[in-house]
């Protein structure tokens, strides 16, 4: 099966200007989810989907991230206005439906590296 | 609140010699525990996952890690690493009712020839 995409690969944006984040997560998988690590620190938990509702975004950094998952497919999490802190490494990962075995296992992609100039 | 420390930001160690990869969580309900790695230029993949069970976990490629309930740890090791395993390695604790992950600031492993 296909593993878990994000794109772009890396984006460089001035201070100021918005930009979008785009996750595939694995087909047929419940839950994604959005990390961000910013350089010399740890991957910090964003927020959670379930299919195409919210269930936990205590992560957020505050109300210029805006992310969504129409459809309960892929997932998007846009920075508007985009501030210098904001820059780091965005993980995406999903994993299956809560009740299997493996549920509480997470599949990352590649990461998106954002800098904020 | 969960948090996981992992004290060691850097380890140098030779080729064939063992490693261990120090990893030490706190929380107060069941944890479940993993171990990723990231190698150069790519995403994080689970090297190895602690969820119930036998304490002691396996990865495929010769890694090992030990839950140990009193001393809250869960360290990686290896007994002889090779050139490849040159990566970032991440702790990361999830459960009590949640299926978020709490992740340590990883340590990178830097083999030598």
């Known amino acids: 099966e296909a593993g878990v995409t994000q794109f772009p690969s890396h984006s460089v944006i001035e201070k100021g200007q918005t930009v979008t984040l785009r996750c595939d997560p694995i087909s047929g998988h419940d839950n994604l989810y959005w990390y961000r690590r910013v350089m010399g620190k740890e991957i910090k938990f964003l927020l959670h989907?379930?299919?195409?509702?919210?269930?936990?975004e205590s992560g957020m950094p505050n109300n210029r991230f805006l992310a969504e998952r129409t459809g309960g497919t892929y997932s998007t999490l846009k920075v508007q206005p985009a501030e210098l802190e904001d820059s780091g490494v965005y993980f995406c990962a999903s994993s299956h439906s809560w009740g299997r075995d493996d549920s509480y296992e997470q599949y990352f992609g590649p990461g998106t590296r954002l800098t904020v100039t | 609140a969960q948090s996981v420390t992992q004290l060691d930001s850097q380890v140098p160690v030779f080729e064939e010699a063992p490693v261990e990869l120090r990893c030490n969580y706190s929380?107060?309900?069941?944890?479940?525990l993993f171990w990723y790695v990231q190698y150069p230029n790519q995403g994080l993949q689970l090297l190895l996952k602690?969820?119930?069970?036998?304490?002691l976990v396996e990865s495929i490629n010769g890694f090992e890690a030990e839950f140990n309930k009193s001393q809250t740890s869960f360290h990686l090791r290896k007994p002889s690493v090779h050139i490849s395993d040159t990566a970032e390695y991440f702790c990361?604790?999830?459960?009590?009712?949640?299926?978020?992950?709490?992740f340590g600031t990883g340590t990178r492993l830097k083999v030598l020839a």
């Open positions: 989907f379930v299919k195409e509702s919210k269930q936990d």
């Open positions: 929380s107060s309900v069941s944890v479940y």
């Open positions: 602690y969820l119930s069970g036998s304490t």
């Open positions: 990361a604790v999830s459960g009590s009712g949640t299926y978020k992950y709490i």
